[in-house]
């Protein structure tokens, strides 16, 4: 399907354990995001990627890893989950031609962390 | 830290009635935009307003920009119950190319 995908969209897990939240876009947007969302804290940006293999740190990048082999796809990496990254997780994607483009989020992930 | 903060944090209305949600930012920008956000869903926007621009609409959405003030507004006439949602505004990160910062969002709510 064209657009942006999230999986899973629902995820629990146990402290200590290694996640990892995918992401997928069909319209070989250029930068891609992670954010999460919290309650009384709007969206953070967590990390971004320009493009394949380029990344970079967001507001809240601790405890998160990223990568971006493929244009399509930027999976988000909880090396060592805990309870404070509790939250739901949304990607985005833009195409990048201008300062600052539309953003195309996807459903977001639900992610608890017991 | 958050560089938009949208006031009021949540404004419930009549259908028919008009709403208008406010946004602050603390460094000058380049761009200010608009999402919505539906519950339970991704975020879709709706709106971008440039720093040269005072004023801009969208159908039933108009937004302004006082970049003296460093504020924006949106406005959204003859609600709907369908316009139920989440408001951010996000603005163009200092030196972050593609990169925005959001807001924490106005809720608002639409009573038929």
């Known amino acids: 399907d064209a657009g942006i995908t999230q999986s899973p969209r629902y995820k629990i897990t146990e402290t200590g354990r290694q996640v990892t939240l995918m992401c997928h876009q069909t319209?070989?947007?250029?930068?891609m995001f992670w954010y999460r969302q919290d309650l009384g804290h709007g969206l953070r940006l967590i990390y971004y990627?320009?493009?394949?293999?380029?990344?970079d740190k967001g507001e809240v990048p601790d405890g998160y890893v990223v990568s971006r082999s493929k244009t399509e796809n930027f999976p988000l990496t909880l090396e060592s989950a805990t309870r404070s990254q509790t939250s739901v997780y949304f990607c985005?994607?833009?195409?990048?031609?201008?300062?600052?483009?539309?953003?195309?989020f996807g459903p977001g992930t639900r992610l608890t962390v017991l | 830290s958050q560089q938009g903060e949208e006031d009021p944090q949540a404004l419930s209305i009549q259908e028919g009635e008009n709403a208008t949600m406010n946004c602050s930012y603390k460094t000058s920008i380049n761009n200010l935009q608009w999402y919505r956000q539906n519950s339970g869903r991704g975020l879709v926007h709706l709106i971008l307003i440039r720093s040269n621009e005072r004023e801009k609409h969208s159908g039933r959405l108009r937004v302004t920009l006082d970049t003296s003030k460093k504020s924006s507004s949106l406005l959204i006439t003859a609600s709907r119950a369908a316009d139920t949602a989440s408001y951010f505004c996000?603005?163009?990160?200092?030196?972050?190319?593609?990169?925005?910062?959001f807001g924490t969002g106005t809720k608002l709510q639409v009573i038929p």
């Open positions: 319209w070989s947007h250029s930068y």
């Open positions: 996000a603005t163009d990160a200092p030196g972050g190319y593609q990169k925005v910062t």
């Open positions: 990627s320009a493009a394949a293999d380029i990344t």
């Open positions: 985005a994607s833009s195409d990048g031609l201008a300062t600052m483009d539309e953003q195309f």
